[in-house]
């Protein structure tokens, strides 16, 4: 379970939104927590990776946590609306926070090995 990872990405997430866009919504903390859980994942299953390729997995993986809230949610309580970013897709994702969720999983990811060489 991931239980710390999740509660972590859910607090964390929503006070990187209050700190850039000065509002955030309750589903930014599932947002959070599940795409902490997602970067966790793919740092354990796949150290043997460059670091550069879990980030873009993980990128790529918070984009599509964002596309699957975003059409729960995001429709219903217009939570955040891309439809003026280049490159979106029914106003829910784009490529620019895209780019952003990979610099955001290199970071994550930096975090991780930083922690594991401090225990070992």
Not at 3 to 22: C, D, H, M, Q, T
Not at 52 to 73: H, Y
Not at 89 to 103: D, H, M
């Amino acid at each position: 379970m991931m239980v710390r990872e999740f509660a972590f990405g859910s607090v964390v997430y929503p006070v990187i939104e209050l700190a850039y866009r000065k509002r955030t919504h309750p589903t930014m903390a599932l947002a959070g927590g599940l795409g902490v859980c997602a970067i966790a994942a793919i740092y354990k299953s796949k150290k043997c990776r460059p670091i550069w390729r879990q980030a873009l997995m993980g990128g790529v993986s918070i984009t599509m946590i964002e596309l699957g809230i975003g059409m729960l949610f995001n429709k219903r309580y217009r939570i955040w609306d891309y439809r003026r970013s280049p490159m979106n897709v029914r106003g829910q994702i784009c490529l620019p926070f895209t780019f952003a969720w990979c610099g955001l999983s290199y970071l994550a990811l930096l975090g991780m090995r930083m922690s594991d060489s401090v225990r070992s």
